[in-house]
T-cell receptor, first 111, second 118 residues
Framework: GNSVTQMEGPVTLSEEAFLTINCTYT??????LFWYVQYPGEGLQLLLKATKADDKGSNKGFEATYRKETTSFHLEKGSVQVSDSAVYFC??????????FGQGTELSVKP | GAVVSQHPSWVICKSGTSVKIECRSLDFQATTMFWYRQFPKQSLMLMATSNEGSKATYEQGVEKDKFLINHASLTLSTLTVTSAHPEDSSFYIC??????????????FGPGTRLTVL
């Protein structure tokens, strides 16, 4: 069945460091891929998405490229800020519009 | 655009009582709404999928008689936790999406409801 695997957290970085959060997936066909972010005490917010192979989603300095050959959708940001501290979820779109989430990766950015 | 609200944002209730959580899409009509449960520091677990005017589809292992879902309109879905017990304490999150050309588009999430059962 479809599944998503994320790198385990927590990830702790200093401000302005480079961020990579790995995400790989298993799926039949070519599902849409998403990154959601959850700030403390809040619900999920869509960060970016890609709907087909080689698409690059980007938002707020974050980027992720849909790589069919490696079944990956790694999240990157060149220079993180303290305000980026949150939990990041990778997800893939499944049948009936359902989302299958990875386990989430907690990011903590220190000043 | 694409704002989803939930009410209440938090609720504390006694064991054995029922609690209703509302999920509303404020600026769009949601073809489909989803209900999730999230335990501390864990991922979201899909509980059920609901479409306006039809019965909800529950995921395996979710008790439909305990978690009653009503999708009365294209902008409102409710989740009622019946005869709540402490193990039902959790963060409940809804999401709403719009079908475009027969395919469900991006889900937009509500802020969540923190339920504590004493």
């Amino acid at each position: 069945g479809n599944s998503v695997t994320q790198m385990e957290g927590p990830v702790t970085l200093s401000e302005e460091a480079f961020l990579t959060i790995n995400c790989t997936y298993t799926a039949t066909g070519y599902p849409s891929l998403f990154w959601y972010v959850q700030y403390p005490g809040e619900g999920l917010q869509l960060l970016l998405k890609a709907t087909k192979a080689d698409d690059k989603g980007s938002n707020k300095g974050f980027e992720a490229t849909y790589r069919k050959e490696t079944t990956s959708f790694h999240l990157e940001k060149g220079s993180v800020q303290v305000s980026d501290s949150a939990v990041y979820f990778c997800a893939l779109g499944s049948q009936g519009g359902k989302l299958i989430f990875g386990q989430g990766t907690e990011l903590s950015v220190k000043p | 655009g694409a704002v989803v609200s939930q009410h209440p944002s938090w609720v504390i209730c006694k064991s054995g009582t029922s609690v209703k959580i509302e999920c509303r899409s404020l600026d769009f009509q949601a073809t489909t709404m989803f209900w999730y449960r999230q335990f501390p520091k864990q991922s979201l677990m899909l509980m059920a999928t609901s479409n306006e005017g039809s019965k909800a589809t529950y995921e395996q292992g979710v008790e439909k008689d305990k978690f009653l879902i009503n999708h009365a309109s294209l902008t409102l879905s409710t989740l009622t936790v019946t005869s709540a017990h402490p193990e039902d304490s959790s963060f409940y999150i809804c999401s709403a999406s719009v079908d475009i050309l027969g395919a469900t588009d991006t889900q937009y999430f509500g802020p969540g409801t923190r339920l504590t059962v004493l």
